[in-house]
């Protein structure tokens, strides 16, 4: 069955950096679009970064853009996402996504926390 399990989160400043994984297993990870949301305490999950499966197109919110980073290692199927320069705004708890037919798939979450 389809498992994604999401390492990396913790405490840091503001303007530190953080680099979220995310292993997959149970499907074919390269054939597969793979995204990271994140949601925050009372906010809904909002998509922050995708990565197709051919590595064609990477999309990344606003609020992010230029400061985080997504890539992919389809030998380890793995799913990265690079944040810099962290926000207090960027708390939340982080979570990686993949979509199959009708059904989406969530890992457990990681929190990522952005305090002095």
């Known amino acids: 069955q389809v498992q994604l399990v999401e390492s990396g989160g913790g405490l840091v400043q503001p303007g530190g950096s953080l680099r979220l994984s995310c292993a997959a297993s149970?499907?074919?990870?390269?054939?597969?679009?793979m995204r990271w949301y994140r949601q925050a305490p009372g906010k809904e999950r909002e998509l922050v970064a995708s990565?197709?499966?051919?590595?064609?197109?990477?999309m990344y919110v606003d609020s992010v853009k230029g400061r985080f980073t997504i890539s992919r290692d389809n030998a380890k199927n793995t799913v990265y996402l690079q944040m810099n320069s962290l926000k207090p705004e960027d708390t939340a708890i982080y979570y990686c996504n993949v979509d199959q037919r009708d059904t989406r798939y969530w890992g457990q979450g990681t929190q990522v926390t952005v305090s002095s």
């Open positions: 149970g499907f074919t990870f390269s054939n597969y679009h």
């Open positions: 990565f197709t499966s051919g590595g064609i197109s990477i």
